[in-house]
């Protein structure tokens, strides 16, 4: 059983910049993919970003490309997310997900509780 725990979220005002990290035990983390998913209020959870277990590849939503870099240390078990010029649609709740498969069709298996991002206007 994998356990991921979230940090690094807050406010920010729009046009700044934040780091997300994902910190991942109970299980072999440079076997997994990884990947970030956000949740707007009253919207549905979607992808945002994902990565490779050994980083070679990486997959961003059209929305964050070119502002968000998805990264992995596996000698720290924990997966980044940095996120600059953040406007008020990136707003919502961060969560880290662990799965398994190739990079481009990934089933998430293990979630985080999540990690608030908000970005004032």
């Known amino acids: 059983q994998v356990q991921l725990v979230e940090s690094g979220g807050g406010l920010v005002q729009a046009g700044g910049s934040l780091r997300l990290s994902c910190v991942a035990s109970g299980g072999t983390f440079s076997a997994y993919p990884m990947g970030w998913f956000r949740q707007a209020p009253g919207k549905e959870r979607e992808f945002v970003a994902a990565?490779?277990?050994?980083?070679?590849?990486?997959y961003y939503a059209d929305s964050v490309k070119g502002r968000f870099t998805i990264s992995r240390d596996n000698a720290k078990n924990t997966v980044y997310l940095q996120m600059n010029s953040l406007n008020a649609d990136d707003t919502g709740a961060y969560y880290c997900?662990?799965?398994?498969?190739?990079?481009?069709?990934?089933?998430?298996?293990?979630w985080g509780q999540g990690t608030q991002v908000t970005v004032s206007s």
């Open positions: 990565i490779s277990w050994n980083g070679g590849s990486t």
């Open positions: 997900a662990a799965g398994w498969g190739s990079i481009s069709n990934v089933q998430w298996d293990y």
